[in-house]
Structures are given as structure tokens and as C-alpha cells.
């Protein structure tokens, strides 16, 4: 089991407390309707899925609640960081 | 290439079995294929072997990073069943289905392909009417499922717990009695040798680092830590990396690759006469000829390419197997171990062509694609060879994350995804 740092809670806790929410920083289009397919199969279904660094959502569901990001290894699982939702891509 | 027979054990147990040949040749990259297939699994063999049966292409390489059959094809769990929802998908999986029929004696090669029976156990009122409608879809396509009774599923399965107070009360069962499990270490290894026999190159340590394309953008070869190897048809079959070798074209794929494990415990008499799957608790287990229980667990839920999973998703299924089958409780496991599945949106593979001319892809098998592993290979082998899908494969395309005609098993879950 991997320990991950909650950054509002400031503490490393437990994976079981928190839901993977999948990749970061995928922004939903502000005008839906002027999408093409391929802008919604980018949108809905393309992943990085990247060997090395990867960009992801996690939520502190059963601490805080709350959503933030994080920058992983997917070949290790260690975390390099993690960071408030909002902030900008690390 | 020897072929077996009673009369070649015989014979070479005169000498105490000290001198049989090796069972193909550990063959060295040549400057070019005519094809070429990225991914030694039992996928990836399996279309060498049908590219050079069936259609006549012998000049063709296996490349593998690792060694033949050590990646999802040495660590799954070797069901094999195909009562899957939709039509598109019990016409895929039937087709392999039919292939394990007579897929040892085709290759000279035991791959103990025992039809056990598969049988699924719904648990809740849902459970029942998902399965029950499964039976009925399934039977339209002439794939057979059945249903069956709490005390008939006891029968056919005597470690079952279907005592009405237990944690996890049984309520029925679907049972595909064609369904079963196959030995997955011979699959690679009969492919491969049956594969090599006909002339295919099977290159280990070989890992693909890039794929060249002419001015035109059509696939002209790849590179290799072993060299740059020409070809102008490139087939991946590379599972959980298969997003690593696309991005090497230029292509960003739907696909999640995930940590997948399975368990063993310690080898015990038999007990356990079929395989039992339970996707609303997530448990499955068999007994393997060996005598260990062969237990699924599920995948860990993020991102990882590191073959190894957390211990609470062992803990979790083990907790099941000991309320569904009670008399397990005092096993020790023996094993774990991880592999990287990768997982489609809609929980179907994708098997054709790419938007690279020359570039084929066999992929998003997920977490259940050893049971198709001779259906995967021989429509992969055909796309390959004809240049374009099967009417088999056709619906698994790429296209259908742009057209939105997915087939989304997801949804109609034959297994928690």
C-alpha cells in the first residue's frame, strides 16, 4: 500500500482513504456544441497512460473529501508531489 | 522440429530423457520481415503462427522485450469463456472459444485445455437478473449458458457455501459448461514452437525503441535494442505497453494500463472441479492440475506500469473466497504477482488497423484476454495479411471512440471491472 501527502490535510495517509479520480489537468469544453468528434473522443476517452510521469486526480474520500493533484511514477508509484486543485500543472 | 508422440517419449525415455532437442531455435533479428509482431505473449504467437498457417507469410519476427509467455500470458488466471453481453463481442470470443477445440492437437503441443465449466453466482436480486439476461443474449448467439438453482450450483460445485445466513448468500448461477481453463505457459510455448517450425523468427531481449516511417508516413520498419529491423507491416500485440509503442508512432490511444494480480495457494488434492466466479464480490478461482487454488484479484485503481499490486486488493478477495467457500480458510497462499492490463473505456479490445498504414494493433484486452488468445491472434493474423478487419474484429476498431459505437461490457459487466 502506498502512502500519499493530502495537501489540505498536510499529511501522509494511507492509499485505502483515497479514490483515484484518473488524469489531471483534462479541462471540459466551455462550448459543447461547437466540439468535433475527434475534440470529444480527445476529451472523453484518450489517455497519456505514460511509462514515467503521470499527472493524476486523487480524492481524500474518506479524510478531508477533497480533490488535488499529484505527479507519480508509474514505473515506481512514488510520488514526486502533490499539490492543491487549481494550482498550476507541476 | 520433433514431434511428440507416445512413440517419441518412449523413445528418448530409453536415453532418461537427456536428449531432446530444444524446441525452436533462439533466433537472431535478419535486416528485414515481411512482418513483424511487437509482443512474444500468447496473442502475439498465436498471429505469427496463423500469419505464416493460414495466409502464407513466413517471413515474419516475434519480437519480445522479455522472454516468450513472461509477461500477462505467464500471470493470468487461464479462464476461458465467452458469455459475454452483445453480439459483437460473444461472436469475438466465441470464435476463440471454438479455436481451444482441437488447438493441441493442431499444434503437437498439451495446452490441457479442460472444459470445466465456468460458472458465475449472482448474490443479489441484480446479480440475477444481469445473468439471466446474459443466458438468454448468449443463447441467441448460440453460445451456451445456463441457468442454475443455489443446490444445483452446490452440486456441480461441492466448496460452495449456499447456506442462507452466509455473508454472501448464493442465489443462483450461470454456468457455461464449455467455458474452462487451458495450461497458459504451453499456449506460448506450443505457438511459439508450432510458429518457428514454419520458418517465424522468435526474438527475445529484443525490445522495440521506435518506429520508422517513410516520407509518406507508411510504416517502413523498427528499432530495436537489438538493431533496426525492416518491415512494412508492423502488428502490436504488446498489452499493458501497447500505449508506449503507439506513442512511438505518434498515436495517443483510449487505453489505461493497469496492475492486474492473481494468488496461489499451496498445492492441496482436488477439490475444486470447475471454475467459480463471483463479480459483485470479486472473487474467482480454480484448482490447477498442479493442485494450487488459482485465485483473481482485482486491478489496483491507478495508473501503473510496475507488475506489482497492493496487498488490501489480495485482501479483499481472499476475505470472499474464505466466506464463499469456508472450507478454504486455513490455506496458506504460496504466491502473488502482478501484470499490466490494459483497459479500454468501454471494456472491449481494440483489434485492426490504425491510422499509420502498415501499423496494426491487437489491444485493450483488459483484464480478460487470455481467453481469447487464439481468436486474438488469427483475426489479427487475417487484418495483417488481407489488410483489412475480419468481419469478426471489424466492430473493435478505433473508429468507434470517435463514431460512438462502443461495445461497452463495461456497462453490462460479465466481470466488476
Known sequence: ?90 | MTRFSAFSLFAKALSGHQNWPEQWPDAAPKPGYDAIIVGGGGHGLGAAYYLAKKYGITNVAVLEKGWIGGGNTGRNTTIIRSNYLYDESAHLYDHAVKLWDGLSQELNYNIMYSKRGVMMLAHNVHDVQSLQRHINANRLNGVDNEWLTPEQAKAYCPPLNISSDARHPVLGAALQRRGGTARHDSVAWGYARAAAALGVDIIQNCAVTGIRRDANGAVEGVETTRGYIASKRVGVSAAGNTSVIMHMAGLDFPLESYPLQALVSEPIKPTFPCVVMSNTVHAYMSQSDKGELVIGAGTDQYVSYSQRGALHIVEHTLAAICEIFPIYRRMRMLRTWGGIVDVTPDRSPILGKTPVKGLYVNCGWGTGGFKATPGAGDLLAYTMAKDEPHYINAPFNLDRFRNGRLIDEAAAAAVAH
Open chain 1, 1 to 90: 500500500m502506498i502512502l500519499i501527502h493530502c495537501p489540505y490535510c498536510d499529511e501522509k495517509r494511507p492509499e485505502i482513504e483515497f479514490a483515484n479520480a484518473g488524469q489531471a489537468h483534462i479541462a471540459r469544453p466551455l462550448d459543447p456544441s461547437g466540439q468535433s468528434d475527434a475534440d470529444w473522443e480527445a476529451y472523453l476517452f484518450i489517455r497519456a497512460n505514460p511509462r514515467g510521469r503521470h499527472h493524476e486526480r486523487w480524492r481524500h474520500i474518506h479524510g478531508c473529501g477533497r480533490f488535488f493533484n499529484a505527479v507519480r511514477d508509474t514505473v515506481t508509484d512514488k510520488f514526486e508531489t502533490t499539490y492543491k486543485a487549481g494550482e498550476p500543472r507541476r
